[in-house]
């Protein structure tokens, strides 16, 4: 069993930047590939992106492309987003996901365990 808990989230003004920490038990956290999503109301559950167990590979949506960057401390079992240039289309409560297997995804529902989310709401 693998329990995750986001932090970070906040009110920010369009423009503005964010980090999300995601912290998660187990002396396995080495390795798991790891993903970020979003969920706005009224949508579905979109993949923001993702990151290797090493660390060595990373995927993003293009919408977030060039603005956020997935990392991990492994050594903290803890994986980030960073968040630059914020949009108020990123408004959303943003989850972050384990995938075992060999490489990382872009489907929720290939995802094994989640975290209860952090929202993020950016102004105009």
């Known amino acids: 069993q693998v329990q995750l808990v986001e932090s970070g989230g906040g009110l920010v003004q369009a423009g503005g930047s964010l980090r999300l920490s995601c912290a998660a038990s187990?002396?396995?956290?080495?390795?798991?590939?790891m993903g970020w999503f979003r969920q706005a109301p009224g949508k579905e559950r979109e993949f923001v992106a993702a990151i290797t167990w090493s660390g060595g590979s990373t995927d993003y949506a293009d919408s977030v492309k060039g603005r956020f960057t997935i990392s991990r401390e492994n050594a903290k079992n803890t994986v980030y987003l960073q968040m630059n240039s914020l949009k108020p289309e990123d408004t959303a409560l943003y989850y972050c996901a384990v995938v075992q297997g060999l490489t990382t995804a872009r489907k929720a529902y290939l995802y094994d365990y989640w975290g209860q989310g952090t929202q993020v709401t950016v102004s105009s």
């Open positions: 187990g002396r396995t956290f080495s390795s798991y590939n």
